[in-house]
């Protein structure tokens, strides 16, 4: 069955069983591998995107539940191809990631934050990454980094929300 | 020697200390077939295997190990461009093919020879015979902290010393001037009484040319610009923006996607299986057996037991008719063990004490007991359990008319080529690997079972197969950190002096120090008891460190407060051969204010433990209010020789920290009806950030031989733990994992 899907406002088009949670199209069907597989069930945040700015474990959302819903996955972080979004930033500046396989997650759990709490406090944060697992154990990076991110101001003038939808099409 | 080929070169064993030898040199009109794919543009001249200088002057650092995420490539670089004297702006990694002219022998050297420090100049037989084994045992492992550690010190240094060497003699040569006029900068060449420079790639050719120095001078560490620097690792940009290639992201033309299972009870079979149900799935193209094998790679055999994957279109097309296949197992009779029964096995055979083989012994330890004023016991134990690397196991695989490409992140490249090969009856030049980036390895990683099982399924499917294991499959097929229970009985006299150590435990496996005490003690005794069980076993971070830590360091801790004295002094005062442990103790417990008053319920516990040729001290503090525990802060110090990449090693004391805490706080495999009870994140917690302490960590660069840093942080944390809840509620918790007895906020 024929799914419209707007990913990182990009209008898609794709054809699959309609209860395949969206990690898997965007993985499968579009190519966008940086969202990240780690448990299935909702616990670990690596798959974490933002849908219409909110944070969603994307292993657990089918895709009948996104008609007319925007998604944004790490590939759409950054705001240009020439900029990184403020956390992508401070993420190298305290060379948090280890293996990495977790940070596509926590970089988005961190900008959903960020984008509707530009100044979170320590519980704040812990609460809001609280779903996002490393077993590398960068917590104390990840908070650091957000942190820094929040309080630079390029991070206050240039928190990355959708704004546009470019009709795109890649049928 | 001016013909020098790698024929001579192997077979004579030239050359003292690492990485021309195993890089092979190669030069215009003399490449290697094996080692061509290293040389990737037709600029480039390959100096031998560990470095390559382009004609942009770009220095790329050959790395034979796969990065994990330890930041190790970039370290090696470091060590590299350091004795090359290179512009580190224009220095840039690539891990190694996994072909035989690679086979990692100064990995091999680390091995099997532990800590032998090689001098200089090593006797060129020896340096053959090693280079022969590691050939033979197809080694190219990370793990074990062996990249900085052997790697560097044996191979990059040595190669970027030489490489240097021979680009100075090639400048001497075609300015004519004396060598030793000739100087090196930011990958330079330099004389200064003419006012000449190059870069290097105008010399790279001749001194592919030059007969290689067998023993370049290194530099001193007062010398180092490069190394001991926190230069940015290379790694990291592709790591915030999505695009870092692990091998789950691997896309291939017409391929399809598989997941499977194995018996649940380790080492049974299938017995019968209806995959009616399973076919109707929409999308789902077959259903295959994987047949059971043996396979016999570098870290031990170990069985593949027999599986049944569902091939379908897409992942979760596969997940589902997974889900509906009837299966039912054969347990071949382990259908009743339990944690329970098997820790009943421990203390039993511990009991009888029956065919005891000796760690250690020293000293009249019998007669001390017998006339001993006070004799503690205690009995330790630690679970099951797993490793749960972020990134579950998957790999994709092809096979076409006889040759297998696989595409997976594992820790020993070679050997899963060959395990792979074996698996398909093949020879393993007709098997190409891609190692990926792995999300995390922790041991699980080295070995080869689901690379045998994507290939299987390849060579069945005839298309390309991605296969991705739930992360059910995960933790409930793993390789696991063994259980172990461990008796002990320590003797001290009317002033607490500690007099005789005496340890029992069970399943020996490595590294074979792991139970051994720096403690001066007169009268030692440590011993095990083989007692073996259905469950597989694995290398998990720091291999039996993680344990034994527990069990030593907690135990010391208990001599101490029934001897009536504190805990870091006692340490302090049974080190007194051990300068180095001294000197990370201490700095400990400065930097942890040990000694300072702290409030009602809260408590300190330090642990010391030296592992992979690093020493690391751990203070924790904690607080326990009302059953109701958080760890708050954990200061570590590591002396690891000489730290390469400073920031690099703190990152992994932090990660070693979290992933030993993890374990102490919540990780248990419980296993029932002889297999696992436990499945996802959710009954096999991780460590999350509200529950993570602020984490201090402190480098002492001794100037010793370099250690490891990705393991050594881990023992001591479940050890100081333990001993902080102690100081914090005079309870001794004996037993992994704390949750059991504490709920952690
Ligand atoms: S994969 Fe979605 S939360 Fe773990
Ligand atoms: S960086 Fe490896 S899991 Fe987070």
Redesign the interface.
């Known amino acids: 069955m024929k799914k419209k899907l707007s990913v990182n406002g990009v209008q898609h088009t794709v054809d699959v069983d309609p209860s395949t949670p969206l990690l898997w199209v965007l993985r499968e069907q579009l190519a966008l591998t940086g969202t990240k597989f780690g448990c299935g069930i909702a616990q670990c945040g690596a798959c974490t995107v933002m849908i219409d700015g909110v944070p969603i474990r994307s292993c657990v959302l089918p895709l009948a539940s996104l008609e007319g819903r925007q998604v944004m996955t790490i590939e759409g972080l950054a705001p240009s191809d020439e900029k990184l979004h403020p956390l992508q930033q401070a993420w190298i500046e305290h060379q948090v990631p280890q293996c990495g396989y977790c940070q596509s997650g926590q970089l988005m759990s961190a900008a959903a934050l960020l984008a509707r709490n530009p100044e979170p406090t320590d519980a704040e944060i812990d609460g809001a990454m609280q779903g996002n697992i490393c077993r590398c154990g960068m917590y104390g990076r990840i908070r650091k980094a957000i942190k820094s991110a929040a309080t630079s101001r390029i991070a206050q003038s240039e928190l990355h929300t959708f704004d546009k939808t470019d009709e795109a099409s890649d049928e | 020697m001016s013909n020098w080929t790698r024929r001579a070169f192997v077979s004579v064993g030239v050359l003292a200390g690492g990485g021309i030898l195993v890089g092979v040199a190669m030069r215009p009109g003399n490449r290697a077939d094996n080692l061509a794919e290293l040389v990737a543009g037709e600029n480039e001249t390959l100096v031998h295997a560990f470095v390559k200088i382009d004609q942009d002057n770009i220095v790329t650092a050959v790395v034979p190990h796969a990065e994990?995420?330890?930041?190790a490539q970039t370290a090696l670089a470091q060590m590299l461009a350091e004795e090359l004297d290179a512009d580190w702006d224009r220095v840039r990694v690539e891990e190694a093919p996994p072909v035989a002219g690679y086979a990692h022998y100064t990995v091999g050297r680390g091995y099997l020879f532990k800590d032998l420090n090689l001098p200089d100049i090593v006797v060129p037989s020896f340096e053959g015979v090693m280079m022969r084994l590691s050939n033979s045992l197809d080694l190219q492992v990370t793990g074990g902290s062996m990249s900085v550690r052997v790697t560097g010190t044996y191979g990059m240094r040595v190669a970027g010393a030489a490489t240097r060497d021979m680009l100075k003699r090639a400048a001497a040569k075609a300015w004519q001037v004396p060598v030793d006029e000739i100087t090196t900068e930011k990958s330079m060449l330099i004389h200064g009484a003419t006012s000449r420079a190059e870069p290097y790639a105008v010399f790279a050719a001749a001194a592919a040319g030059m007969t290689p120095s067998y023993s370049p001078k290194l530099k001193q560490l007062e010398e180092y610009k490069i190394i001991g620097q926190p230069v940015?690792?290379f790694?990291?940009?592709?790591?915030?923006?999505?695009?870092?290639?692990?091998a789950?992201?691997v896309?291939l033309p017409g391929m399809v996607?598989a997941t499977v299972k194995r018996s649940p009870v380790f080492g049974g079979r299938i017995a019968s299986i209806d995959d009616t149900a399973a076919r109707a799935v929409?999308?789902v193209l077959g259903v295959v057996v994987i047949s059971a094998s043996e396979s016999d790679t570098f870290i031990g055999a170990f069985a593949v037991g027999e599986a049944v994957a569902v091939v379908a279109e897409?992942?979760?097309?596969a997940?589902r008719g997974l889900r509906a296949l009837e299966i039912e197992w054969d347990g071949g009779g382990n259908e009743t063990v339990s944690s329970n029964s098997i820790f009943a096995q421990f203390e039993q055979d511990i009991s009888a004490a029956k065919d005891r083989k000796i760690d250690l012994e020293q000293g009249d330890f019998e007669a001390v007991f017998a006339s001993s004023q006070k004799v503690i016991n205690a009995d330790y134990r630690v679970p099951h359990l797993a490793h749960?690397?972020?990134?579950?196991l998957n790999a994709t695989a092809e096979f076409r008319d006889g040759h297998c490409e696989i595409w997976i992140g594992c820790q020993n490249p070679l050997g899963f080529r060959r395990a792979v090969a074996d698996a398909l009856g093949i020879r393993a030049d007709n098997v190409t690997l891609h190692n990926m980036?792995?999300?995390?390895?922790?041991g699980r990683k080295s070995r080869a079972d689901w690379a045998i099982q994507v290939v299987h399924l390849a060579k069945t499917v005839g298309r390309p197969v991605q296969l991705?294991w739930?992360?059910e499959e995960d933790i409930r097929q793993d390789f696991y950190r063994p259980a172990i229970l461990s008796r002990f009985r320590a003797a001290i006299d009317e002033s607490g002096e500690l007099e005789a150590w005496q340890n029992t435990y069970v399943n020996k496996l490595e590294p074979t120090e792991a139970p051994l005490i720096p403690y001066d003690v007169a009268a030692k005794d440590i011993g095990h008891i083989d007692s073996p069980i259905h469950v597989p076993w694995g290398a998990w971070r720091s291999v039996d460190h993680s344990q034994h830590c527990f069990f030593t360091e907690s135990f010391i801790d208990e001599v101490a407060v029934a001897a009536g004295r504190d805990p870091l002094e006692y340490r302090a005062s049974l080190l007194k051969d051990h300068p180095r442990h001294l000197a990370v103790l201490q700095k400990a417990a400065r930097e942890a204010e040990w000694g300072q008053p702290l409030a009602q319920g809260r408590g300190r516990g330090i642990a010391l433990q030296e592992s992979f040729g690093s020493i690391v001290a751990e203070v924790v503090e904690v607080t326990v209010v009302d059953g109701q525990a958080s760890v708050d802060r954990v200061v570590a110090v590591i002396d690891p020789g000489f730290a390469v990449a400073p920031?690099g090693v703190t990152?992994q004391i932090?990660?070693?920290?979290?992933?030993g805490l993890?374990a102490a706080l919540y990780g248990e495999i419980t296993i029932e009806n002889g297999s696992v009870v436990q499945s996802?994140?959710?009954d096999y917690e991780?460590?999350?950030?509200?529950q993570?302490p602020?984490?201090e960590t402190f480098i002492i660069n001794s100037g010793h031989a370099a250690g490891g840093a990705g393991e050594p942080g881990t023992p001591p944390a479940a050890p100081a733990l333990a001993n902080a809840i102690f100081d914090a509620t005079g309870q001794r918790l004996r037993e992994l994992p704390f949750s059991k007895h504490l709920q952690f906020i």
């Open positions: 994990m995420g330890q930041g940015p690792r790694d990291i940009p592709a790591k915030v923006d999505g695009t870092a290639k692990f789950l992201d896309r996607y929409e999308g897409g992942y979760w097309a997940q749960t690397c972020m990134e579950p980036l792995m999300g995390g390895g922790f991705i739930s992360r920031d990152a932090e990660s070693g920290i979290v992933y993890t996802n994140f959710h991780a460590l999350r950030m509200a993570t602020q984490i």
